[in-house]
């Protein structure tokens, strides 16, 4: 069964620094996300993206975010100058064109860790 | 705004069947999925109400009252495995909305021997 992947599984990075994470969605779908979940807390939407730009952002994707979907497999996210704050488990999910209740299938994950 | 709310932990035996309840405050609404996460893994969907009433799959089943504003996950003959987090969640209500999800914070259930 096709399976939403993602690189690294562990990034360490020191504060300011710029980090890419790295996705591969599913091949036939269409819509992709990134979430973040920091420790014990609950899944957080960030962004949206669909036709080759953004749909939606969340308050949490400010201007050090940014996506990009640099050929037709890779999706990735960026942060520019990584903050303490910044540290949590990062989750790419894809969904097709029609999916019950907009399921989507998420990777296993980054976990990022700013030091 | 939406809103979630759920139990933070239930515990329970093998064998046993527990029942996970979510209410939601949303300015629009399109439904209730729920997602299971292990320890240190991806959530993953388990089930999706569009329409009041039960869905089931499995062990599991659904139920929605959307003039409650209230669902629950229903978790029968319960295993070892079942020990995860558990998420209800709604779809984020944009005029262009493309599905984006807003859970709950989550409820931790431990299964017993």
């Known amino acids: 069964e096709p399976e939403v992947t993602q690189t690294p599984s562990h990034q360490v990075t020191q504060m300011g620094q710029e980090v890419i994470l790295r996705c591969v969605p599913i091949s036939n779908h269409l819509y992709f996300y990134w979430y973040r979940q920091i420790l014990g807390q609950k899944v957080e939407f960030l962004v949206s993206f669909y036709n080759n730009e953004i749909s939606e952002k969340s308050e949490i994707f400010d201007d050090q975010f940014s996506v990009e979907r640099p050929d037709g497999s890779n999706f990735t996210l960026k942060i520019r100058s990584t903050k303490l704050e910044d540290s949590a488990m990062y989750f790419c999910a894809s969904r097709p064109r029609t999916s019950p209740g907009d399921t989507q299938y998420f990777g296993p994950g980054t976990r990022l860790t700013v030091l | 705004g939406q809103s979630l709310e759920q139990p933070s932990e239930v515990t329970a035996v093998e064998g046993a069947i527990v029942q996970i309840n979510c209410t939601y405050q949303?300015?629009?609404?399109?439904?209730l999925s729920w997602y299971q996460q292990h320890d240190g893994g991806a959530p993953t969907f388990l089930s999706y109400?569009?329409?009041?009433g039960l869905e089931e799959t499995g062990r599991f089943s659904s139920f929605l009252s959307r003039s409650d504003s209230y669902g629950y996950l229903l978790l029968q003959e319960l295993q070892m495995k079942d020990s995860a987090s558990y998420f209800c969640?709604?779809?984020?209500?944009?005029?262009?909305?493309?599905?984006?999800?807003?859970f709950g914070k989550g409820t931790k259930l431990s299964v017993k021997p």
């Open positions: 109400n569009g329409l009041d």
């Open positions: 969640a709604v779809r984020q209500n944009y005029g262009g909305s493309q599905g984006n999800l807003i």
């Open positions: 949303t300015s629009g609404f399109y439904g």
